[in-house]
């Protein structure tokens, strides 16, 4: 099992950068695959983006594409979530979520349902 907290949210104005950290603790971080999902208020979670063991695999939603950047360091147990060029609709609870790898992976990597451990979330708020 594997246990996450995000940290980083906070306010920001539009077109600003933010970072987002997700520290796990557990054993063998580095072979889960790693998600951020969000939810903003009165909507449902989305995707925002994934990452597998390596920094060039990583996948992200329409909305975000070019704007966020996910990353992982398995020495420290962390994944980021770089957030640049950021909109009042980026206004959410932003999520880590991890998950093990199955063949459906690459057609299952958006569905929230397949992760299996959650984070608390941490709040980003983006000011016009």
């Known amino acids: 099992q594997v246990q996450l907290v995000e940290s980083g949210g906070g306010l920001v104005q539009a077109g600003g950068s933010l970072r987002l950290s997700c520290t796990a603790s557990?054993?063998?971080?580095?072979?889960?695959?790693l998600g951020w999902f969000r939810q903003a208020p009165g909507k449902e979670r989305e995707f925002v983006g994934t990452?597998?063991?390596?920094?060039?695999?990583?996948y992200y939603a329409s909305a975000v594409l070019g704007r966020f950047i996910i990353s992982r360091d398995n020495a420290k147990n962390t994944v980021y979530l770089q957030m640049n060029s950021l909109s009042p609709e980026d206004t959410a609870v932003y999520y880590c979520?991890?998950?093990?790898?199955?063949?459906?992976?690459?057609?299952?990597?958006?569905?929230?349902?397949?992760?299996?451990?959650w984070g608390q979330g941490t709040q980003v708020i983006v000011s016009s």
């Open positions: 979520a991890a998950r093990t790898w199955s063949r459906s992976f690459y057609s299952t990597r958006q569905l929230s349902d397949r992760y299996a451990y």
């Open positions: 557990g054993r063998d971080f580095s072979t889960y695959i």
């Open positions: 990452i597998t063991w390596t920094d060039s695999d990583t």
